[in-house]
């Protein structure tokens, strides 16, 4: 079975701070993924799509790796603020095209 | 150029009822695809659509839920005979076409709650 897996779940570090998100999944044989934002009340933003011949992808201060032999993918977000505060979802597309997705890393960035 | 629209964005129903959840995607996008997050739980994959065809249903109760795109009009997920259980967010995501290269665009969800 097909799992992916986020850690930390939650988060909470102060302004201005770097970090990384983790998101590891079982399944090599991916197509993409993608990094994701979740905003109370408002629907999932796409931020970063990486193909699965791409190593890395970066979007202004987001920066996502992927790493297929050890599946694992990182969301590093440099110098982090306030409205960075969102849960971020991955989530990679499998052989049958279908969107497998983690649970999320719930993130608060203190002022 | 308008995003994913959704509505209701909420909706409650009482054990037994019908609900009707729909979906416009984006302008130009012919793929639809319908996800559900339970409490506490990632995102679900249930239905993938293109205009008038049901691509991959996989993800799909096999009873009580059935989905719709048709050629004109919004993308319909019907969930019939409702449970506490079906109680959850539902999204639908739009791309303009080639499956696994394109970025789904999602709308801002339903939550359905069943009292």
């Known amino acids: 079975k097909q799992e992916v897996t986020q850690i930390p779940a939650a988060l909470s570090v102060p302004e201005g701070e770097n970090l990384v998100l983790n998101c590891s999944f079982t399944?090599?044989?991916?197509?993409?993924l993608q990094w994701f934002r979740q905003d109370p009340g408002k629907g999932l933003t796409s931020l970063l799509l990486?193909?699965?011949s791409q190593r890395e992808q970066t979007s202004g201060r987001l920066n996502a790796s992927l790493d297929k032999s050890s599946g694992r993918s990182t969301l590093y977000i440099a110098a982090s603020q306030p409205g960075d505060s969102a849960t971020y979802l991955c989530a990679f597309m499998d052989s049958n095209y279908q969107l497998i997705w983690g649970a999320g890393t719930k993130l608060i960035i203190k002022p | 150029n308008a995003g994913v629209m959704q509505n209701p964005r909420h909706l409650v129903r009482r054990r037994g009822q019908e609900a009707r959840l729909r979906c416009s995607p984006m302008k130009g996008h012919s793929h639809v695809y319908w996800y559900r997050q339970l409490p506490e739980e990632g995102l679900k994959f249930m239905v993938y659509l293109q205009k008038e065809n049901i691509i991959d249903e996989s993800g799909m109760p096999k009873e009580r839920f059935s989905a719709e795109f048709p050629k004109e009009g919004p993308s319909i997920l019907r969930i019939q005979q409702v449970v506490r259980g079906d109680s959850a967010a539902y999204f639908c995501?739009?791309?303009?076409?080639?499956?696994?290269?394109?970025?789904?665009?999602f709308g801002p969800g339903t939550r359905l709650t069943v009292l």
């Open positions: 990486i193909q699965s």
């Open positions: 995501a739009s791309s303009p076409g080639g499956v696994y290269t394109d970025t789904q665009y």
């Open positions: 399944d090599s044989a991916i197509y993409n």
